[in-house]
């Protein structure tokens, strides 16, 4: 057993919780005010069956890890360690190679907070004068300065680099730390950032990890530079201000995204405590699923110039790759129901006044970036007007690109009276008609709607089990032990996979994408390597394919089994929630559990579960559900 399984074998997720959320025993199951977000009536529910919870109001769930990593705003490694000590489990000792990369770490994290308390010192001395002076015209104060650790880098070539030699930090080290740029010709060193506003940039913990500089002269370039690539620095994974933000973003339940330095800090500085900026770059996907452990709901806050349109199509690509989505039921025409996808989350564009940023709408009048708020608009209502605003329209052929380029975002308006209002509005936008912008969206619909599965099998048990594993720990485990034995299965994920699996250890495996063995924490590579262990070798059950080709084949068997295995445990846990909103009589979280408990069930007929084959065979008359021999005949066996 890995020190993970150990971990949670030893704890009880209602023990775990209950230490910091008030449960009451509801039927089978605990309940209490969510944790995650402001609620009157509680929506949290705690299941001790499955080991895992939910809530019902903000989406939040998961499992004992997933809750002390959302809660504790910790990573991964840290929220095992942390349970690890509560359950009493010795996590097996690093190797060297491993104790290395922790020493650098801590090192480089040291570096960093000195090279932040020089940077604060300068900006208080008589040398930072010039720059309190444009903070102060920027409308920056005092509090805000120390809050976000701002400071200043000497106009001078080796002022940080003699500083922190003189505190013992070696010149090889300074450079991994990207504070330092070698000479030309490697003969010493210099500070990467001089005569510049800086900007410390931390993780989510608090610790500076990096840091930003704005040029003080206008001969300066670039205007903005930050620390290149290190061991603790990686900017596609950091949000500016995260570290400030998350508790607000948790409570006000959504998270604004900026595009500067600045208009972070006067949002926070104003009370608007759930802004965070992406430091100059493009989202990216890992920025993401940053925000979405906290909240499904973005909002992108952009100036009204074309590169800030540019900025907000690319952003809305990214998200609608990291975020998960769902399946929602759409009435036919014929009284049936089919269920086609949508994003799991809200995504919002607020769109600013013309030629103005919002640290200076903020600044000027708070009442106007309030409204900007209240008045974001949908995706669907910016990607129209954008689209029609970019068209040829003078053109035939201008007109029927521009409705190509529309058709994605139509194809996910489920709701008829809706998808038929985007309709008549890009129809107008276009100065087309609306009939013909209907067939091409039926057209593109035939295209892209895969065939309906003849009907669902019952058999959702055709996966062997082994001893001590539920169902879905072993069809879990294999399907990673796939994906990492076979890397070119990763191309094959489907959106929103991470939401099938049950265990936060695997969707933290999931989320590294096809990284090596040897690129994972240490407890997470072991586990990995157990899992491979289980799966492979003489007497595996069930065992790894062989070749790429029978591979292929496991893996679409495992979609289907995890899709399956989803739907039928967050049925079970629906029903006994809905049971208990009944009887106490709460008429709205009935109402919602029971909207959500009828899309997984009407769902359930669309899954079709592989049958037995040769590398999944039907081990049910030889293993119980608790891993050991069984005492009955397998279902629909003969007597």
């Known amino acids: 057993m890995s020190a993970i399984e150990e971990v949670k074998s ?33 929506s949290f529910f705690v299941f001790p069956e499955s080991q895992h919870y939910h809530c019902f109001g903000c989406g939040a769930g998961g499992d004992v890890f997933t809750f002390v990593m959302q809660l504790e705003r910790l990573e991964f490694p840290e929220a095992l360690q942390l349970l690890a000590r509560r359950a009493g489990v010795m996590l097996r000792p690093p190797t060297p190679q491993e104790q290395e990369a922790d020493r650098t770490r801590r090192r480089l994290l040291e570096i960093h907070r000195e090279a932040a308390r020089f940077f604060q010192e300068q900006l208080q001395s008589p040398a930072g004068a010039t720059v309190r002076a444009y903070l102060e015209q920027r409308g920056v104060r005092a509090e805000t300065v120390r809050t976000f650790g701002l400071g200043y880098a000497p106009d001078r070539w080796e002022a940080l680099f003699s500083h922190l030699r003189e505190r013992g930090y070696g010149e090889t080290e300074l450079r991994m730390a990207g504070l330092v740029v070698e000479r030309e010709g490697g003969a010493g060193s210099y500070d990467r950032f001089r005569h510049r506003l800086i900007f410390p940039i931390r993780d989510l913990q608090g610790n500076t990890v990096g840091f930003g500089g704005r040029a003080l002269d206008e001969t300066q370039q670039p205007k903005y530079l930050n620390s290149p690539q290190t061991p603790i620095f990686d900017k596609g994974s950091l949000l500016y201000g995260l570290d400030q933000a998350a508790s607000a973003i948790r409570h006000e339940g959504r998270a604004v995204l900026v595009e500067g330095y600045f208009d972070v800090l006067m949002a926070h500085q104003e009370g608007y405590k759930n802004v965070v900026a992406p ?47 769902r399946l929602v039921p759409v009435p036919t025409a014929q009284g049936l129901v089919r269920f086609e996808r949508e994003l799991d989350g809200e ?50 052929r201008g007109k029927r690109e521009a409705v190509q380029q529309a058709l994605p975002f139509l194809a996910e308006l489920h709701d008829p009276v809706e998808q038929a209002h985007y309709i008549q509005r890009l129809a107008h936008l276009l100065e087309v008609d609306e009939r013909a912008v209907s067939a091409e969206l039926r057209r593109a619909r035939a295209r892209t709607t895969p065939a309906r599965p003849a009907g669902p099998e019952e058999d959702v048990e055709a996966f062997p089990l082994l001893p001590g594993m539920r169902r879905e720990e072993v069809v879990e485990g294999y399907f990673l032990a796939l994906l990492y034995r076979f890397p070119a299965l990763w191309e094959a994920l489907p959106a929103g996979i991470d939401s099938l699996l049950s ?112 590398i999944f065979p039907d081990a049910r008359r030889y293993l119980s559900d608790e891993g050991g021999p069984a005492t009955g005949r397998a279902r629909g066996e003969s007597r």
């Not at 979405?292 to 806050?301: I, N, Q």
């Not at 000027?364 to 689209?387: G, S």
């Open 10 to 42: 030893r704890l009880d997720i209602v023990e775990v919780i209950g230490e910091r959320v008030p449960l009451k025993k509801a039927g089978r199951s605990y309940k209490g005010l969510c944790p995650f977000h402001q609620e009157r009536t509680p």
């Open 279 to 325: 430091m100059g770059t493009s989202l990216t996907v890992a920025q993401v699923r940053l925000l979405k452990r906290m909240t499904r709901r973005l909002y992108l806050a952009l100036d009204a110039d074309a590169a800030g349109r540019l900025s907000a199509r690319r952003d809305l690509e990214v998200i609608r790759e990291a975020m998960d989505e």
């Open 347 to 396: 995504v919002r564009i607020v769109v600013l006044p013309a030629g103005r940023d919002p640290d200076e709408v903020i600044l000027a009048n708070r009442a106007e970036w309030e409204r900007c708020l209240e008045q974001a608009l949908p995706v669907i209502d910016f990607v129209l007007e954008q689209i029609a605003q970019e068209a040829d329209l003078e053109t035939a």
């Open 503 to 614: 265990q936060e250890e695997h969707r933290v495996l999931l989320g590294m994408l096809p990284a090596g063995p040897s690129d994972l924490e240490s407890e997470l590579r072991r586990y990995l390597e157990d899992l491979l262990a289980r799966f492979q070798g003489q007497g595996a059950s069930p065992p790894l394919p062989l070749d790429e080709d029978t591979a292929r084949r496991a893996f679409q068997d495992c979609l289907q089994r995890l899709k399956a295995l989803a739907n039928e445990r967050q049925r079970r846990e629906y029903t006994e929630v809905l049971a208990q909103a009944q009887e106490e009589g709460n008429q709205e979280l009935a109402q919602e559990v029971f909207r959500q408990l009828s899309i997984l069930s009407q769902h359930r007929w669309e899954i079709a579960m592989p049958p037995p084959r040769r």
